[in-house]
């Protein structure tokens, strides 16, 4: 079955510091997407990044990179340089055959 | 270009009522989604159509239907509204199954 998993419900990180969100996945299919979305407490879903399976090269999207580990099925995301404007809910995402699962979410604070 | 909409974004209903919850995309996408939040979960995936006229079930169909007429157009009908179909719902929108999603701002629907 096809699941998507986020260990750490909470995370704290000082401001300018790094922080790193994990996520694994479960999946039989050889081909899938992965994604990070960012839910601040609006309510909207922003997106961050995005990893395909046959991607060789981590993306990366400014201050955010995606820590891909195909053969550990994890695939973290990177924040470097935390700014308060990143105290948020992320999720991470996995896209297969036209479905999608989510993960329960981890909500990060960055304290100044 | 307004990207995804949805209306309304409140909604009260009582326990067997029905109603539809629009939603609408002008960057030409093929895939549509329909997804539920719960608190303190991810996003479940309730119904999708790779394009006008498919449609397909996803992880948490029941209770709900739509139809996929036009590109642009992709309503969530609930046929009859109960308490655990209290939730936020998220239009979203794609070039295709395994690409970045677009979602619209969400409809919070309350059943008493």
């Known amino acids: 079955a096809q699941k998507i998993t986020q260990t750490q419900p909470g995370m704290f990180v000082q401001e300018k510091e790094a922080v790193t969100l994990d996520c694994t996945y479960d999946?039989?299919?050889?081909?899938?997407?992965l994604f990070w979305y960012k839910q601040p407490s609006s309510g909207e879903m922003i997106f961050l990044i995005y990893q395909g399976s046959y991607d060789e090269q981590n993306a990366t999207e400014g201050r955010y990179s995606l820590n891909f580990q195909k053969a550990r099925k994890s695939a973290n995301l990177v924040i470097s340089a935390s700014q308060l404007g990143d105290s948020a809910m992320y999720f991470c995402a996995m896209s297969f055959r036209n479905d999608m699962r989510f993960g329960a979410g981890t909500r990060l604070t960055v304290k100044p | 270009n307004a990207g995804v909409t949805q209306t309304p974004k409140f909604q009260v209903l009582k326990t067997g009522q029905s109603m539809t919850l629009q939603c609408a995309q002008d960057?030409?996408?093929?895939?549509m989604s329909w997804y539920r939040q719960d608190p303190g979960m991810g996003l479940r995936l309730i119904h999708y159509?790779?394009?006008?006229?498919?449609?397909d079930q996803g992880e948490v169909p029941n209770g709900y239907n739509v139809s996929r007429s036009t590109t642009e157009d992709f309503p969530l009908r609930l046929l009859s509204a109960a308490p655990s179909q209290t939730s936020v719902y998220f239009c979203?929108?794609?070039?295709?199954?395994?690409?970045?999603?677009?979602f619209g701002p969400g409809t919070r629907l309350t059943v008493t």
């Open positions: 159509s790779v394009g006008a006229g498919i449609t």
């Open positions: 960057m030409n996408h093929e895939y």
């Open positions: 979203a929108s794609s070039a295709g199954g395994l690409s970045e999603q677009y």
């Open positions: 999946t039989s299919d050889q081909s899938y997407g």
